[in-house]
């Protein structure tokens, strides 16, 4: 094992390195582990586990300590391509936005509303131009009094949709109509969207895209796993995330609230796929095994609730796992969104720390809730093209 020093901080790797490539990059990590091994498939990744360090095998639980004091190390994994290349965290990005629907339109409104300070333009594109005109002008004529700050929204052709900072993809084939038969719409919707996203994922390899690759058309973390094996190396794991976890997280707010579970805003949390494999977890720190599945399962059915009053549940989603959880990522705060664990994006609270490289939340977790993870990652991996 080799230590070094540098700009005041401290750094570990297994093997000796030449230059300071991957210590410039990472200037936000104190440890770092570098490493060679083809089963992983994470480029860099935080290390929330100490049997990483044995076995290269990526989990969804644990926490990395030494002397009983939590430590940050981040896994550079030199099988999957060279360290540098990506774009860099910037104070304020270029957002580029595919698709304006329900979905794409609400977002878009999120985003020129709360935007500003984060964003520096929104450029806007959908099959059809009138939807494009009409967003450019209505956007455009939304501000307060005496404030200018909002983020400009402009018309791009679809030549220009990678010269960008984040891409957002919230094209979609459609969600069955109210009524419809169809019990899994994320089932439903995962062959007709990969159709759509794989296009535009041979468009940002051509173009050379380094920049943040966002998934809200559901399902977010399938569709998120096609990406990344749709690119072949053209894109790395951590430059591509889903948003679809922040909605449900919401919506599990607001059931405990009518249930006057007042702890669950500061102790209770969401993990996992935005559906029926959903994991609600009423606290933390006083796990509830049989609260939490109610939890859980009144979340899940949320949609339904909306549906049955004959409308189409869009506008929590495009505001909460969308524009919100999207500005809170490019803030560095702590959001609901996909990390890329071993092949599988799974959901959890997580916040973005340096080089396109996401640190999930760390939490000591109760054995039945560890187990309802380990169950849902290997739902998820399943689909592992």
Excluded: W
Excluded at 77 to 101: D, E, F, S
Excluded at 193 to 208: L, P, S, W
């Amino acid at each position: 094992m080799y230590t070094y020093h540098k700009n005041k901080k401290d750094y570990i790797s297994k093997e000796a390195l030449e230059g300071s490539q991957v210590l410039d990059v990472l200037k936000e990590a104190c440890y770092y582990y570098e490493y060679e091994n083809d089963n992983v498939k994470s480029h860099l990744h935080i290390i929330s586990d100490l049997n990483f360090l044995q076995t290269h095998e990526e989990t969804v639980g644990g926490v990395f300590s030494a002397s009983g004091e939590k430590i940050q190390v981040v896994g550079v994994n030199k099988a999957q391509g060279p360290n540098l290349g990506l774009g860099p965290i910037k104070k304020t990005n270029r957002v580029h936005i595919l698709g304006l629907g329900d979905v794409g339109g609400m977002l878009l409104t999120g985003l020129r509303l709360m935007g500003a300070g984060v964003i520096s333009e929104i450029g806007i594109f959908d099959l059809d131009p009138h939807k494009v005109q009409r967003y450019e002008y209505e956007m455009n004529q939304i501000k307060a009094c005496d404030d200018n700050s909002y983020p400009r929204v402009v018309a791009i052709n679809q030549e220009a949709l990678f010269q960008c900072d984040v891409f957002v993809f919230t094209a979609s084939k459609g969600i069955p109509p109210v009524g419809s038969k169809v019990k899994d719409v994320r089932m439903y919707q995962l062959e007709n969207n990969t159709k759509i996203i794989n296009h535009y994922v041979d468009q940002a390899v051509k173009a050379g895209f380094k920049g943040l690759f966002a998934v809200v058309s559901d399902p977010v973390d399938l569709l998120c796993e096609r990406v990344l094996h749709r690119s072949q190396g053209g894109l790395k794991p951590e430059q591509v995330k889903g948003f679809g976890l922040g909605v449900m997280a919401a919506r599990a707010s607001y059931y405990a609230s009518q249930a006057g579970l007042k702890t669950f805003e500061e102790e209770g949390t969401a993990f996992g796929p935005h559906g029926k494999s959903l994991i609600v977890a009423n606290s933390l720190i006083d796990y509830d095994h049989d609260l939490s599945m109610v939890l859980t399962k009144k979340t899940v059915e949320a949609n339904l609730d909306v549906r049955a009053v004959g409308y189409k549940p869009f506008i929590a989603p495009a505001l909460s796992s969308g524009a919100l959880s999207l500005i809170d990522c490019m803030r560095g705060r702590s959001h609901y969104s996909t990390i890329y664990i071993n092949g599988v994006y799974y959901g959890c609270k997580n916040k973005q720390v340096g080089h396109l490289l996401f640190q999930p939340n760390q939490y000591p977790l109760p054995p039945l809730l560890l187990d309802r993870m380990e169950a849902t990652y290997k739902e998820l991996k399943a689909f592992e093209s």
